[in-house]
């Protein structure tokens, strides 16, 4: 479906070991661009959380007291070594929602950096 919409050629079809399969793509830019169209949104994010105990817990605490759905968690080793822990996430909402805003920023206390890599329109539903 995307490939006649975006102009590109499909080299490979009929790739997908499930029917549920879902492929995701994004547009970088410079600047950061508002989310278009009506929700509801999900806000993609990386971080890594300081290297003290429970950090981890106590990071993702902002989102369960704001109410805010995490839909996915994925860590990751910088360099491939155990000295710090980035991790990839997946949020319901998007930047101007106070809850999500708040959830952020309970996040950056207790992570080292966090960086938002972009909102988009959910494809479906969640839950």
Known sequence: MAAPIYGLDILCD?????????TRFLVLARAGLAPVGDG?????LIFEV?????ALYKAMGGFATNGVNMTKLESY???????ATEFYA????????PRLDNAIAELGFHSKWVRVLGTYRQARARG
Do not use: L, S, W, Y
């Open 90 to 97: 997946d949020v319901e909402g998007k930047p101007g929602d």
């Open 14 to 22: 009929g790739i997908a070991d499930a029917d549920h399969n879902t």
């Open 40 to 44: 509801p949104f999900m806000t993609t």
């Open 77 to 83: 080793q910088r360099g491939g070594t155990f000295a």
């Open 50 to 54: 300081k290297n003290v105990p429970a």
